[in-house]
């Protein structure tokens, strides 16, 4: 099934059943409230879901209207925890070698984490907000999983079961701001803002034999101001899957329910299937010309991350966002 949160003016939003095309949606009223009480209580809720669903695909769901992702919050519009991964060490050796930096071999043994803000993410169509265009706002396209209760000390073959739902992430980040937090040597964070994610979360079975083995095996389309820079395959070069980051999450805490996992930047070592954020295109440029080019996001820019089924159908709608100078108010 698929499932949205739509914008009710509550900080939680209402829980929302969405049909298999995208089209139709329907309040799962009396079963859900939110996407956080559908988690707690995932085993007694989500055949209920599953049954609304089932009426909204067949076009029997009473007070069925018209899906808008206008008017959608993130699917989970506020989280427990939000710990991003480094999947695709491609993505992490291209950034390092153009900056003259060694990669230590265990970025391909032991997986990168860090753990974002959590209580304010933004939906999929909302502006992305920037005080300064010096700050150098970059795009980064991922998968997320969305995980029930998983006991400390996970093994790799039973983290799969903990995942209940996928969607697209856009894990913004401000380039410019990150070497001097990094240099701290206490991780990310005025340099990761909120995190965008797609209109739509799906169960796993919604994507068939292209989810195996803990990775979503499709292309990952970006579209910078209209121009599709990227549809590198989330499948192909995805080092550690899904399964091995709830493993490396887990091994010393319990990670509760609602908890979301990112993938990292998809990246291929093929650089015909283009790029997932600005940084890696500016690090080929390094890498070739001693000189990056192209220049970070500008006010007025958009960027749209969507990914398609083997029928050209989207699976999860798109984040489809303007950059905005953001004045307090």
Request: proline fraction near 4%; aromatic fraction near 8%; charged fraction near 20%.
């Amino acid at each position: 099934m698929k499932l949205a949160t739509l914008k009710d003016g509550s900080r939680d939003g209402q829980l929302l059943v969405v049909s298999r095309d995208l089209k139709t949606a329907a309040i799962a009223d009396g079963i859900a409230a939110t996407m956080q009480r559908a988690l707690d209580d995932w085993a007694f809720i989500a055949p209920q879901l599953t049954q609304l669903s089932e009426r909204l695909n067949a076009g029997k769901a009473s007070g069925a209207f018209d899906f808008d992702t206008q008017k959608c919050m993130a699917p989970l519009p506020r989280a427990y925890q939000w710990a991003d991964g480094s999947s695709y060490v491609n993505h992490v050796e291209l950034v390092r070698k153009a900056r003259n930096a060694d990669m230590p071999d265990s970025f391909w043994h032991d997986p990168l984490m860090y753990q974002g803000g959590s209580d304010d993410f933004i939906g999929p169509n909302d502006d992305i907000e920037l005080q300064s265009e010096e700050w150098g706002l970059d795009f980064e396209s991922e998968i997320a999983v969305i995980t029930d209760d998983v006991p400390m000390g996970c093994k790799v073959q039973h983290a799969a079961q903990h995942i209940r739902l996928l969607m697209l992430v856009n894990d913004v980040s401000l380039r410019n701001l990150i070497p001097a937090e990094l240099a701290k040597g206490f991780g990310f964070f005025q340099s990761k803002p909120a995190t965008s994610f797609s209109p739509v979360a799906v169960t796993p079975d919604e994507l068939g034999d292209t989810w195996k083995d803990g990775k979503l095996h499709l292309p990952l389309r970006s579209s910078l101001n209209a121009v599709l820079v990227g549809q590198p395959n989330a499948g192909v070069d995805m080092v550690f899957s899904f399964s091995q980051l709830i493993t490396h999450l887990c091994k010393t805490r319990h990670a509760r329910s609602g908890t979301i996992i990112g993938s990292g930047t998809v990246s291929n070592k093929d650089a015909s299937k283009g790029f997932s954020c600005i940084a890696e295109k500016r690090a080929l440029e390094m890498i070739a010309d001693g000189v990056a080019s192209t220049p970070f996001m500008q006010f007025g820019d958009t960027i749209r991350i969507e990914m398609l089924d083997k029928n050209g159908k989207s699976i999860f709608g798109a984040i489809d966002q303007s950059i905005v100078e953001y004045h307090q108010k």
